[in-house]
């Protein structure tokens, strides 16, 4: 398995901008593809972005394309996710996500992040 471990977020004012990241460790080698989802108070886990981890092709969820950017180091074994315009809306428990297993776009994941706070204020 692969394990993940989120980190960057925080309370921020609507405009501003956040960067997460995930560090994956364990089978890494293994790595098919890397995403991000999230959760607001009250509401269903929603897919955010998506990445091929060895070709870096990306998928988005129409609420954030154009504002965010979904990227991976490989070498690092770390996946990032850059947030700009950022909107009350967004404001959720964002979770990284892997999977190991061969899936189409946008993907399939296995493995699950403790997920990381972002507070988004009007």
């Known amino acids: 398995q692969v394990q993940l471990a989120e980190s960057g977020g925080g309370l921020v004012p609507a405009g501003d901008s956040l960067s997460l990241s995930c560090a994956a460790s364990?089978?890494?080698?293994?790595?098919?593809?890397m995403g991000w989802f999230r959760q607001a108070p009250g509401k269903e886990r929603e897919f955010v972005a998506s990445i091929s981890w060895k070709g870096g092709i990306t998928y988005y969820d129409d609420s954030v394309k154009g504002r965010f950017t979904i990227s991976r180091d490989t070498a690092k074994n770390t996946l990032y996710l850059q947030m700009y315009s950022l909107k009350p809306d967004d404001t959720a428990v964002y979770y990284c996500?892997?999977?190991?297993?061969?899936?189409?776009?946008?993907?399939?994941?296995?493995?699950w992040g403790q997920g990381t706070q972002v507070t988004v204020s009007s």
């Open positions: 364990g089978r890494t080698a293994d790595l098919y593809a």
């Open positions: 996500a892997g999977g190991s297993n061969w899936s189409p776009p946008p993907y399939d994941f296995d493995d």
